[in-house]
């Protein structure tokens, strides 16, 4: 037993031996590989010379140990002066990124017999270093990536025998010679670069995987793409295609394909009988028509993304995609979607319609389907149309959560337009034409907690919320609403999944904040739970007198309201009287003197006008009395979900480094993919679940199918300008933001070649 810890304690203390930061290495770095055993990650970074490099790490490391070197941000004008061999360690993975190399001597690799994997990404190379890879018989990765190359050579790569992947990525090549790639590649990265004509140089490339020739100067591939029975991944974005290749019939294990950024008008049948394709990317092309057999026998594609186009009709072509989850359509010129067009695709979760010019919405789903729950449709996006009414055709979507109506014509909205959306969270009805939302309180919607009636018409509340039990946030800001009652919250409250809270009732700049009776509606709104916020321009139509070295400034804060001694000490107590009510007061009130505005501006015309005409009370909105240009007190700034969902459908974004480090890391995208299968397989109740879930905050991503987008309404306070208010005027009118994290996970590379 002694024996047996003393040999762990040996073991452990060797290695911790061979990996801390100990003098006989420094300023170089070392530590155990997390991935691989017998194997120590060892760092240089800003070092004054490659022959510093040589001397620190020479006789430190014995050759039982697989080494991992990188040497980066370092001075290597000596590069040519000595060897890597000198160093007397066994090399498995070398890495020379960031040393503004111009040149790869061949004598200072010689030796390098046992590299697997060398990168000389991020350095001013200007040609490929055919030379220094005949003493790396071994290489199988090779990652050149943005330097300075204008052509690959026919022999560039002739004395690499088993090279598999090559990354030349974001230089600035402009020629490919015949036959440069060598056959044993199955993952090459030309992507971001200038290239005009393939140049047949891919033809014999039948071992391909991984294919990514984005950024280019292509205008056809026809007769270009090898014949790969294995090709996995096919990104040919950002080029000037105007047809696809037919070709593309014999990737016939293609699972994710690229065609987005370019000039396709259409699809010519291509896709269909693909059935293992998952993920189907065409935003920004100029696509007019989809054939109604477009995707037949393509069941297995996940999402499409068919944004920015010139589609006018779906022909039902989507109806064979009978495992679609997402599909966006948004930016394109439909003028009519009837919700046949998703009959029967009962796992479809995001449905993006917005900005078309839809004006009428037909095949009313109660019609269509025999229960709600036959779809699981979450997210309908129909935000920036032209529908005026929704006719019931909504009715009956049990299972959406966000539906986004905001930017249309509507002029009413009826009870049975939202009949049956039980699990219905957030509404966003802003920028229309509403003059009541009465309907709300004729029909249930027992989850809402969400509604944004921001910039319509509305003039007063009533009952309207008694149908919302548990809204929390409700934004009535930028309308004309003139009165309000405690009959609108007296049936409501605030609960967020499960926790009560208070609701938050936002009026920004409606004439109801500049009502004499406010204190004392702003309290009985506080005994019921809800709390009313915003800032209002309030004109006051008689002559005030005004100091002459102030008649230059239009707006004046009005000094110690006595409305925020009835916030803070309400009539009615809201807590025991042995705690104090400590809150930022949440109304503004801006005093708007008539005499004070300059009657040679627009501005101060329209508020005279106003002030005159209507006894004070505010414009509508159609009448906005102040300059967008212009500074104010403060500001809500309500962002529409509209916007948000949008930034979560279109081809995710990757970074240069994302992207080339997909095609270094083919093993986990191949695991990946198997992992996606076996998750689409999962039960309904497990997508609920997980949509239920802490991450169901981060929006929704091509390789993410079980995370669903989670927006909720944003609402800033923007500081208060010096000019215009005091120390205690700006510290009364903050109001807590809540903010979207929206960042897409990181993609992970064990063997990312440009950076560990």
């Known amino acids: 037993m002694a024996a047996l810890l003393y040999t762990i304690f040996s073991f452990t203390a060797g290695a911790s031996l061979h990996c801390a930061v100990r003098p006989q290495i420094s300023p170089c770095t070392c530590s155990p590989h997390h991935m691989y055993a017998n194997t120590i990650s060892v760092t240089c970074e800003k070092m004054d010379s490659f022959n510093h490099v040589v001397d620190v790490l020479q006789n430190k490391f014995t050759p039982d140990f697989q080494i991992w070197l990188r040497i980066t941000h370092s001075q290597m004008m000596d590069f040519d002066k000595r060897q890597f061999a000198e160093m007397n360690m066994n090399i498995k993975n070398l890495r020379l990124n960031h040393n503004n190399l111009s040149s790869v001597p061949m004598e200072t690799f010689q030796n390098l017999t046992k590299v697997e994997v060398l990168s000389l990404a991020d350095n001013n190379i200007q040609e490929i270093p055919r030379e220094a890879f005949e003493f790396m018989p071994n290489l199988g990765t090779l990652d050149i990536a943005r330097g300075n190359i204008k052509k690959i050579r026919s022999d560039d790569f002739a004395k690499i025998k088993n090279l598999q992947t090559l990354v030349i990525a974001s230089n600035e090549i402009e020629l490919l010679e015949k036959g ?64 696809l290749p037919k070709t593309v019939k014999n990737l016939v294990a293609l699972d994710t394909c690229y065609f987005n950024d370019n000039k396709l008008r259409s699809l010519d049948g291509l896709f269909s009988h693909r059935g293992s394709l998952v993920r189907l990317y065409l935003e920004n092309n100029e696509i007019e028509y989809l054939a109604q057999d477009e995707f037949l026998k393509s069941e297995s594609i996940d999402e499409i993304q068919l944004a920015s186009n010139q589609i006018s009709s779906l022909n039902k072509s989507l109806l064979y995609i009978t495992n679609l989850r997402s599909v966006n359509l948004s930016g394109n010129l439909l003028r009519e979607f009837s919700m046949q067009e998703i009959y029967g695709l009962m796992k479809l979760r995001h449905l993006d319609l917005s900005h078309n010019r839809i004006e009428k919405l037909t095949g009313r789903i109660e019609n269509i389907l025999d229960t709600p729950s036959h779809t699981l449709l979450y997210q309908l996006l129909l935000g920036n149309n032209l529908l005026k009414s929704l006719d019931g055709v909504l009715a009956g979507l049990g299972n959406l959560r966000r539906l986004i109506l905001s930017n249309n014509l509507l002029e009413n909205i009826y009870p049975e337009d939202f009949d049956r959306m039980e699990e219905l969270e957030v509404l966003d009805l802003s920028n229309n034409r509403l003059k009541s939302l009465e309907a709300f309180s004729k029909v249930y919607l027992p989850t809402l907690e969400t509604l944004n009636a921001s910039y319509n018409l509305l003039t007063t509340t009533g009952k309207d919320f008694h149908g919302l039990n548990v809204l929390c946030t409700a934004d009535l800001s930028h309308n004309n609403i003139a009165s309000m009652s405690i009959d609108l919250v007296s049936q409501t409250r605030c609960s967020n999944h499960g926790v009560v809270s208070k609701l938050e009732i936002f009026l920004q700049e409606n004439p109801v904040l500049c009502d004499e009776n406010l204190p004392q509606l702003v309290g009985l709104f506080e005994m019921y739970h809800a709390r009313l916020i915003g800032i209002a321009h309030c004109i006051v139509p008689q002559i005030l007198p005004i100091p002459i070295d102030q008649q230059s400034q239009a707006l004046l804060q009005q000094p110690p309201m006595e409305l925020l001694a009835s916030v803070m000490q309400p009539s009615h107590p809201i807590l025991p009287n042995q705690l104090p009510i400590i809150q930022s007061p949440s109304i503004v009130q801006i005093i708007v003197p008539a005499q004070s505005i300059p009657t040679h501006s627009h501005i101060g015309e329209k508020l005279l006008n106003q002030s005159n005409d209507d006894n004070g009370k505010l414009p509508t909105d159609n009448e906005t009395f102040i300059d967008e240009n212009q500074p104010t007190t403060a500001q809500i700034e309500t962002q529409t979900h509209d916007t948000l969902l949008r930034s979560t459908t279109t081809s995710p974004q990757y970074s240069e480094d994302e992207i080339d480090e997909m095609i270094l890391n083919e093993d986990d995208y191949n695991q990946e993919n198997e992992d996606k299968k076996q998750q689409r397989d999962r039960s309904d109740f497990k997508y609920v679940e997980s949509f239920e879930s802490e991450k169901s905050n981060i929006p929704l991503r091509r390789f993410d199918h079980d995370n669903e987008t989670d927006l909720k309404n944003v609402i800033h306070v923007l500081p208060v300008p010096k000019a215009l208010s005091s120390p205690k005027d700006a510290s009364s009118s903050s109001v807590t933001s809540t903010e979207l994290d929206d960042e897409p996970p990181e993609i992970q590379d064990q063997s990312n070649i440009s950076d560990e």
């Open 180 to 243: 440069c790639f060598p056959k044993t590649l199955t993952s090459l990265h030309i992507g971001r670069n200038k290239i005009p004509s393939l140049n047949g140089t891919l033809q014999h490339l039948t071992d391909m995987k991984m294919l990514f020739i984005n950024g280019n100067n292509l205008t056809t591939l026809e007769d270009e793409l090898p014949d790969a029975p294995n090709m996995i991944m096919l990104m040919a974005s950002h080029n000037n295609l105007d047809k």
